[in-house]
């Protein structure tokens, strides 16, 4: 198997455990505050994320001098995770899950202004194609408008930042430092809330909170393995099969059958950021010296 290969394999096993551990947040969601949910999810991930550092070169790679920029992050992805679960509680999972999709035009959008990029004309208009394509999903002041969608639009935009915030200090600081602390701060801050909103989970509930944290860690371990074997171009693309995952896991636990305009508003979306990504790529191959 070659090492594109294996990226693929890891990233669509990353997407996989990502669309499981979302559907039993949504699950749980329908009982529990979308902060104990999260208490419990990074409760189970963090320690697991510090056991893959320690075997993956030490736990000295979780050293930094940039601890202001870890609490930023981590406050970012707490809004994201608050943003998304809660959204997840609100609509069907597959037309959350396309919602969802349109972080990646954002994260091209605010790179203009927080990281002083330039975007060609072709990725401006691939980038109105998804936006496009999230008005055909969310269809604002129809009688099928759900106000739901707007808390994914803003987990969307968290998304972003938090995205830009890694392209920014990626090269200076270790990636697993980057995950671990992401991960520490919505702990923290979701155990400090937590007498507020916790609710007294039933006995069935326990396995579920463990699974979702162990499928969190999955992915974050499966996705960051799938860029490490394939270049961003090959891997990325299948993030999208988390489409598949959400239709069939929300038709199975909660008959949820999206109605076409799910579907087509979705393939715009993917097909904007597809787009995006291949215009992106070649953009860079050009900058590239030829000698």
């Known amino acids: 198997m070659t090492a594109s ?19 039993i947040s949504k ?5 529990h505050s979308p902060l104990q949910i ?3 999810r990074t409760l189970v991930s963090l320690p697991l994320i510090a056991l893959i550092t320690h075997f993956g070169g030490g ?63 072709s990725v401006m208009v691939a980038s109105l194609v998804g936006f496009a394509g999230v008005l055909v999903v969310v269809r604002p002041g129809g009688a099928a408008f759900q106000p739901g969608a707007l808390v994914l639009i803003g987990a969307a935009v968290f998304y972003a930042l938090m995205m830009i915030t890694a392209r920014r200090y990626a090269a200076r600081e270790h990636l697993w430092a980057m995950v671990f602390y992401m991960a520490l701060v919505p702990l923290v801050i979701t155990a400090i809330a937590l007498p507020w909103v916790w609710t007294m989970p039933l006995p069935w509930h326990w396995p579920a909170f463990l699974a979702a944290g162990i499928f969190g860690a999955g992915s974050m371990v499966f996705i960051t393995l799938a860029f490490r074997h394939a270049p961003a171009a090959i891997a990325a693309p299948f993030d999208y099969t988390a489409m598949l995952w959400a239709v069939l896991l929300g038709w199975w636990f909660w008959d949820e ?21 291949y215009l992106d790529r070649r953009t860079t191959l050009k900058r590239r010296p030829t000698s």
Do not use: N
């Open 257 to 277: 059958i999206p109605d076409i305009w799910v579907f087509v508003g979705g393939t715009l979306i993917i097909g904007s950021g597809l787009a995006i990504a």
């Open 5 to 23: 290969l294996k990226g693929i394999g890891f990233m669509c096993l990353g997407v996989l455990c990502l669309a499981i551990g979302d559907a």
């Open 59 to 121: 736990l000295r790679k979780l050293r930094t001098r940039r601890p202001g920029v870890h609490l930023v992050r981590g406050l970012i992805y707490t809004a994201t995770m608050f943003c998304f679960v809660l959204g997840l509680t609100l609509l069907p999972l597959a037309e959350a899950t396309a919602i969802a999709f349109i972080a990646p035009l954002f994260v091209t959008l605010l790179s203009v202004p927080l990281l002083g990029e330039r975007i060609a004309p």
């Open 27 to 31: 699950w749980l969601g329908e009982v």
């Open 38 to 40: 999260i208490f419990f």
